[in-house]
């Protein structure tokens, strides 16, 4: 039963020491009285259970009301549970329907201040890797950027900005400064690159490493010209960012692709805002030895850059990858030989007994649960093709007995140390939790005993099939695609043709052999109810399964 008894919103400001403000909102008071000795008892149990209700007040007595702060939702399943388990029909009234607590120690919610507020956050999410349609170019993944018309010069930008404070970029040809960009060196992120997925499939943001995550810029081109076109730059500007950004008025400013170069591993640049245009470089220097990057917009030079003609190379653009690849192996999917298996009594396991008692007169549902910590000494001999090279940061084996052969246990990962490239012995030592469980119903006035053990698969042997999936991460820490790991593996020379391609990864199959002794689930027997009203107390507590077993009373049976 529910009352709306206020439509006012109901208001608890709390002031404490520590220097925060906490709010709470969208919760609602909720009211319960309980109406004899077993519903008082009952709920004592049930808030000390893991439901989304807050207790606001005490449980103290008979006919007191009770009340909790809570969404609608959790605590319709807190009186439905209590209902259920306990055989009851204990009401609930909704007594204020909007609730907001504030705590803190300052009694006035203060605004940001405005000069702190001048940077827009960096892009450091890590952006999704897929490839580029029509080339071996991924999202998502640095590339440094180079010229083949200057071999030795970097990408990057300057620190000169035109009148709407972007940075120039240039191809910086300084000798005093080339070393800086290698890798590892004070320079070199300023000189890495990546495309950045958009709205349009088909075009892509081209950020810079340091100018996108620390100062968010957007990469763009400028109304003040250059050679025979205009400057290209990074804007950061917080009204440009609006613009350039997506539903911006000049979103097409800023996207870019990549089209290769025929037979060869280059690419030119091309803009949205000019399909015909060239991304190349100008005469005008930055310093005594840096060019400009423009996008030439001149019609009367498009040709000159086409395949073959005589700025064909000034317009053309090398990607090497700057991001180290991490990869690591996770095997699991385990398909064992025998289809049944003889279950062993742990001999050496204690057997755990306990009596569950329920004092109360109604009868009362309650879940045994019982984990089980024991040794496991095992070992798994993968088949691995001989020409297998890939080197990995670690092995993840997905112990897969327990949830093969045991009752609904939860598999254990085992993480390894770097494996040698040629074969795969793994000896496991190791404790894990198996996990058991069983619902029971204890009569009114009555208690159970319970007793659970662990049992075993001795001196166990059997073949296996398993599959192995290579992942990986960037630096940066983006997930990578399975596309982008099978280049990768290409390029190293590392690939086969039997390996299979996933979304986020690369799939082996592995075939090998499994020993060892191992314990692989729990057993719970639960004997008959007795009744034992006069022979037990009943408690406030929660020591063990919400029961108390009275010590003052003569041993069951």
């Avoid at 996770?330 to 569950?356: C, G, H, K, Q």
Wanted: aromatic share 12%; proline share 5%; hydrophobic share 35%.
């Amino acid at each position: 039963m529910r009352t709306f008894a206020f439509a006012y919103i109901f208001v608890a400001t709390i002031w404490i020491s520590a220097a925060l403000k906490v709010k709470v909102e969208d919760k609602s008071l909720f009211r319960v009285v309980p109406r004899d000795e077993d519903e008082l008892w009952l709920l004592k149990q049930f808030t000390k259970s893991n439901y989304e209700v807050i207790l606001w007040s005490g449980i103290d007595q008979i006919g007191e009301p009770v009340e909790f702060l809570a969404v609608p939702t959790a605590m319709d399943k807190f009186i439905q549970d209590l209902n259920s388990k306990a055989k009851l029909n204990i009401g609930v009234e909704l007594v204020f329907p909007y609730v907001k607590i504030e705590m803190g120690t300052e009694p006035i919610t203060r605004e940001p201040d405005a000069n702190n507020c001048t940077k827009l956050a960096p892009k450091n999410n890590p952006v999704p890797v897929r490839k580029i349609p029509g080339t071996d170019l991924f999202t998502g993944i640095y590339y440094t950027v180079k010229m083949p018309r200057f071999p030795e010069g970097f990408v990057t930008w300057t620190e000169a900005t035109n009148d709407h404070d972007a940075n120039f970029i240039q191809i910086d040809l300084n000798l005093g400064n080339l070393r800086h960009y290698r890798p590892g060196e004070k320079w070199d992120k300023d000189a890495q690159w990546m495309f950045r997925p958009t709205e349009d499939p088909d075009w892509f943001q081209w950020d810079n490493r340091v100018l996108s995550s620390q100062r968010n810029a957007i990469t763009t081109w400028s109304y003040k010209e250059v050679g025979s076109g205009n400057h290209i730059i990074a804007s950061k500007k917080p009204e440009d960012i609006d613009k350039l950004s997506a539903g911006g008025e000049w979103r097409v400013h800023a996207l870019w692709k990549p089209v290769p170069v025929p037979d060869s591993n280059r690419y030119r640049l091309i803009n949205k805002n000019f399909p015909m245009g060239t991304i190349t470089w100008t005469e005008k220097k930055y310093g005594n030895y840096s060019h400009y990057i423009q996008v030439d917009t001149n019609i009367e030079h498009w040709e000159h850059y086409r395949t073959g003609e005589k700025w064909d190379s000034d317009s053309q653009f090398e990607f090497i990858q700057a991001e180290e690849i991490v990869l690591s192996a996770a095997i699991s999917n385990f398909s064992f030989s025998p289809s049944y298996v003889d279950y062993i009594r742990d001999e050496y396991a204690v057997m755990v007994n306990y009596t569950l008692n329920n004092p109360s007169s109604v009868e009362y549902s309650h879940t045994v649960e019982q984990n089980f910590e024991r040794l496991v000494n095992v070992s798994y001999k993968f088949e691995i093709d001989s020409d297998f090279k890939v080197r990995l940061e670690n092995v993840t084996i997905d112990n897969g007995l327990p949830s093969l052969f045991g009752e609904g246990n939860v598999s254990e990962t085992f993480k390894l140390d770097e494996q040698p490239v040629d074969h795969m012995n793994v000896d496991i030592v190791s404790f894990v939790v198996l996990k058991a469980s069983k619902p029971i119903t204890i009569p009114k006035h009555s208690s159970i005993r319970v007793s659970s053990y662990p049992e075993w698969l001795s001196q166990l042997e059997t073949s296996f099939n398993s599959t192995m999936q290579i992942i990986g991460k960037s630096t940066t820490g983006a997930a990578l695609s399975g596309l982008f790991i099978r280049d990768h593996l290409i390029k190293l020379e590392q690939w086969s043709e039997s390996w299979g391609v996933e979304e986020y990864g690369v799939s082996i199959r592995m075939e090998g052999v499994f020993k060892g002794n191992f314990t692989v689930k729990g057993a719970i027997s639960v004997g008959q109810a007795k009744p034992r009203w006069n022979n037990l107390v009943k408690v406030d507590t929660c020591l063990e399964n919400n029961f108390e077993e009275n010590t003052n009373s003569p041993e069951m049976a």
